[in-house]
C-alpha cells in the first residue's frame, strides 16, 4: 500500500469498527430497555420477552447494511477536517434512513416478530451510540496527528494574505493532521519569510518539487490575475499522484453557487439568485423567534444577575443601543449591555473595540471576553431587526468605508443580520480583517440552510468558551 493511502487507513478503520459496535451496542441496549429496563411499567410486555439472540440475529443483517449506507454518504473517507457537529447532522438523517430500510425488511420477513417498540428506541439509541462513538474516535484522531503520526506533507503556492492565513491556519491546528513543508512564490520573492517557512522557488517548480519529494497536497492561494498560471500548473502536475486544492478567490466564491436554467429551449448560467424562497423565510423566521423566546425565558434569572453586575460596577445606563445596518441595507438599534463608560466615543468618534480597550468597564471585560453583551439582542431577534444566525451587523460609518472598498460587500445584506455568523465561529472575530469576513458572510447567503444555522449556533457555543479574538 502506497504510503499516502497509509496515512489515511487507520482513522476510516476505526470509525467503520466504532460504528459497527454502536450499532451493536444500540440494538442491545434498545432491546434491554423495552423487555428489562423500569420502562416496561409505562410499556407492560404483553405478549412475553422475545429471545435475544433473533434480535442478535437481526443486527449482523443491519450492520453491515446501515456500514453500506454511511459509506454511499463518504461517512468512511479521509476525515481529518470533518468537525464532529457536521457528523451528528449526517447520522440522524443517515439513521432515520437506515431505519426505513430496516422495517421495511422486518414487515415482509415473517419467521419473527419484532417489538415495534425496539425499533423507535433504536432510532434514538442508535443516533446517540454512533454519534459518542464517533467523538471519541475524533478525539483519537486529534491526539493522533498532535503527536505528529501520519501527517500529509502540503505544500502552498501563494504569498498573499489568504496564504499566510492558510500557513497560520494550519501552523496553529496541529490535530489538523498537516505538516507544512514551504511555499512557493508567483513572482520568485520570498513574501513570506516573516512566517518562518520554508521559501521552495517559483511557481513553475512546483511539478518537479513534487517528483522529487512526497508531497500529499498542494494548497493554491492565488487571486483572479495569476489563473492563467494556474492552468499551467494544473497541466504540468497531470500524472503526478498529489491532490491540489484551490482557496477561491472573491470572484469565484460570488459565483459559487452557478446553475443551469432553461427557459423555452435556451439555457442561461444562474450566477446569482434569491438567497431565501419565501418558505425559507418563514422557517427560519420561526425557528428565530421560538429560540429566542425559549432562550429569553429560560436565562431571564441569569439576565437579572448580569444588570446587577453592570450597575455595581459603573455608572451609566443597563444598555447599550448603536445605530447598525442591517436587512437591505436598512438602520436598526442594536441593544447590548453596556461594556464601556458611558459616552466612550465622544471624543475619539466611531472606532472598533480593541485588545485592552481602556473604555471597557471591569464586568464589561468578563461580558465581552464570553459574548454576554450580545445576548439582549434576542430582543433584536423577536422585534424582526435581525436574525440568532447571519452576517454581523456593522454601523453605518464603516459600511460605508466598505461598501467602497470590499468588492461585493453588500451581498452581506441580503440576509438580515445575526447575533452569530459563519465568519465568527471560523475565528475571525475582533478586528479580523473585513475581507475574509466578506466571504464568509457571502458564503453563509449562497448556501443556507436551517440545518447550517443549526450548526453554526453549535460551534458558537464552542468559540465562546474557547475562543480567544473576543474584546
Known amino acids: 500500500m502506497p504510503e499516502q493511502h497509509r496515512k489515511d487507513f487507520l482513522i476510516p478503520l476505526l470509525t467503520v469498527l466504532a460504528d459497527a459496535l454502536a450499532i451493536e451496542g444500540a440494538f442491545l441496549f434498545a432491546y434491554w430497555l423495552r423487555f428489562h429496563s423500569p420502562l416496561t411499567a409505562l410499556l407492560p410486555v404483553e405478549l412475553g420477552v422475545p429471545s435475544l439472540n433473533a434480535y442478535i440475529l437481526g443486527s449482523i443483517v443491519v450492520i453491515p447494511t446501515w456500514l453500506l449506507l454511511f459509506h454511499s454518504r463518504h461517512m468512511y473517507t479521509s476525515r481529518r477536517t470533518v468537525y464532529f ?122 511539478p518537479q518539487f513534487i517528483k522529487d519529494h512526497r508531497v500529499d497536497i498542494v494548497l493554491v492561494s492565488l487571486t483572479y490575475k495569476d489563473h492563467p498560471q494556474l492552468y499551467e500548473l494544473v497541466r504540468d502536475c497531470e500524472g503526478l499522484n498529489t491532490e491540489i486544492m484551490m482557496v477561491p478567490d472573491m470572484l469565484e466564491l460570488m459565483t459559487s453557487r452557478v446553475r443551469i436554467k432553461e427557459l423555452h429551449g435556451i439555457p442561461f448560467i444562474k450566477i446569482k439568485s434569491v438567497p431565501l424562497t419565501t418558505w425559507n423565510l418563514i422557517i427560519k423566521r420561526s425557528f428565530d423567534v421560538f429560540c429566542s423566546i425559549l432562550f429569553l425565558v429560560l436565562s431571564s434569572p441569569f439576565f437579572a444577575l448580569i444588570a446587577v453586575l453592570i450597575k455595581l460596577d459603573s455608572k451609566g445606563p443597563l444598555f447599550y443601543r448603536q445605530e447598525r445596518v442591517g436587512l437591505d441595507g436598512k438602520t436598526f438599534r442594536l441593544i447590548k449591555f453596556r461594556t464601556m463608560r458611558a459616552n466612550a466615543e465622544k471624543e475619539s468618534g466611531p472606532v472598533w473595540a480593541h485588545k485592552n480597550d481602556p473604555r471597557k468597564t471591569k464586568a464589561g471585560t468578563f461580558l465581552r471576553r464570553f459574548s454576554l453583551d450580545e445576548l439582549p439582542q434576542f430582543l433584536n431577534v423577536i422585534m424582526g431587526d435581525m436574525s440568532i444566525v447571519g452576517p454581523r451587523p456593522e454601523r453605518p460609518h464603516f459600511v460605508k468605508q466598505f461598501r467602497k472598498e470590499i468588492p461585493k460587500y453588500l451581498d452581506r445584506h441580503r440576509v438580515k443580520t445575526g447575533m452569530t455568523g459563519w465568519a465568527q465561529v471560523n475565528g475571525l472575530r475582533g478586528n479580523a480583517p473585513i475581507e475574509e469576513r466578506t466571504k464568509y458572510d457571502v458564503y453563509y447567503v449562497e448556501n443556507w440552510s436551517l440545518v447550517f444555522d443549526v450548526k453554526i449556533i453549535l460551534k458558537t457555543v464552542h468559540a465562546v468558551f474557547f475562543g480567544k479574538d473576543a474584546y
Request: no cysteine.
Open 85 to 206: 457537529t457536521d457528523e451528528v447532522f449526517a447520522i440522524v438523517r443517515l439513521v432515520f434512513l437506515g431505519m426505513l430500510i430496516v422495517m421495511s425488511a422486518a414487515f415482509f420477513y415473517r419467521a419473527f416478530s419484532y417489538s415495534r417498540a425496539v425499533f423507535v428506541l433504536l432510532a434514538a439509541v442508535a443516533v446517540s451510540f454512533i454519534a459518542l462513538a464517533r467523538f471519541f474516535v475524533h478525539k483519537f484522531e486529534q491526539y493522533w496527528y498532535s503527536r505528529g503520526h501520519d501527517l500529509q506533507n502540503v505544500v502552498i503556492v501563494g504569498t498573499n494574505a489568504t496564504a499566510r492565513r492558510v500557513y497560520d491556519g494550519i501552523s496553529a491546528n496541529k490535530s489538523l493532521g498537516y505538516r507544512v513543508i514551504g511555499f512557493f512564490s508567483v513572482n520568485g520573492l520570498n513574501e513570506m519569510e516573516t512566517a518562518g517557512i520554508d521559501f521552495l522557488g517559483h511557481l513553475s517548480h512546483v
